[in-house]
């Protein structure tokens, strides 16, 4: 989620993993949630950042086959390594899927893989009313779910943010990603694009809406599309609560996702 203001500049490149930043000069704090669109702003040195689901639950119904599933205590974990860089730890905890179709009904129970990520901010941490990242990642398949393969995929990720200014925020996101094809032979790209603008409806209070665009290369795949919303409530400065659906557009886009979670900054 992105924040409509923007911190004061001060050289912060003294500090490090061993060496945290002191509390009366971090950054306003940023997540890359609740929404889909990444933040190019990155955790400051030597602090810790946790974000997660506390719960979603996920719609999908298609082709006379419906599947119900409820994701608990997703999770990235935040590391920052220098002023400019952090390292993200994501992994897939526990879900529970139930998909039927006619008489007959399938239960899938497992944990999901762990996709390892470093954002490294090359303008606007700190001042600006722009900031850009680079954020490569790999995914490590350590899931034990049926409907997931078992293969290392990665890409990169590339995040703008634009301070429109009166506490109005615009998020664009790029992002690559090279994924095993369903055939299993080879890997195909898949482009993903999306649009987030969040608005600062209080001091504490904020809200966003997004378009969200997933496209893959290999040929006879769908598009998929969502449309999303949510709110943000900060507790503290260091604590954010969230929650927030997703709304599928298209086919191949699940129906409904509805989530609440939390980020908190250590």
Do not use: C
């Not at 139930?98 to 893989?113: E, K, P």
Request: net charge negative.
């Amino acid at each position: 989620m992105l924040s409509a203001s923007v911190a004061e500049a001060s050289d912060k490149s003294v500090y490090s993993l061993l060496r945290p930043t002191p509390d009366a000069e971090l950054r306003e704090m940023s997540t890359d949630r609740p929404d889909k669109t990444e933040s190019p702003y990155t955790v400051d040195a030597g602090r810790f950042q946790l974000e997660a689901d506390l719960v979603s639950y996920t719609y999908d119904s298609r082709e006379r086959e419906t599947t119900r599933s409820i994701d608990v205590l997703p999770f990235n974990l935040k590391i920052g390594l220098a002023h400019d860089t952090d390292l993200q730890i994501v992994y897939g905890a526990f879900s529970h899927a139930r998909t039927s179709r006619g008489g007959a009904a399938g239960t899938d129970i497992g944990v999901g893989d762990v996709v390892v990520r470093l954002k490294h901010n090359l303008w606007g941490n700190d001042d600006g009313l722009t900031a850009f990242a680079v954020m490569p990642f790999v995914k490590l398949p350590t899931n034990t779910m049926a409907d997931l393969n078992d293969d290392v995929e990665g890409g990169v990720i590339v995040p703008l943010a634009i301070d429109l200014g009166r506490g109005v925020g615009l998020g664009l996101m790029t992002e690559v990603d090279v994924l095993r094809s369903g055939s299993g032979k080879g890997y195909e790209p898949t482009f993903v694009n999306s649009a987030t603008v969040s608005f600062e409806l209080s001091p504490r209070l904020g809200m966003y809406v997004e378009a969200f665009v997933e496209r893959s290369a290999e040929s006879g795949t769908e598009t998929i599309v969502t449309v999303d919303g949510g709110l943000t409530f900060a507790v503290t400065d260091h604590l954010q609560l969230d929650a927030g659906a997703n709304v599928g557009v298209t086919d191949a886009a699940d129906d409904l996702d509805v989530f609440m979670g939390l980020s908190q900054r250590f």
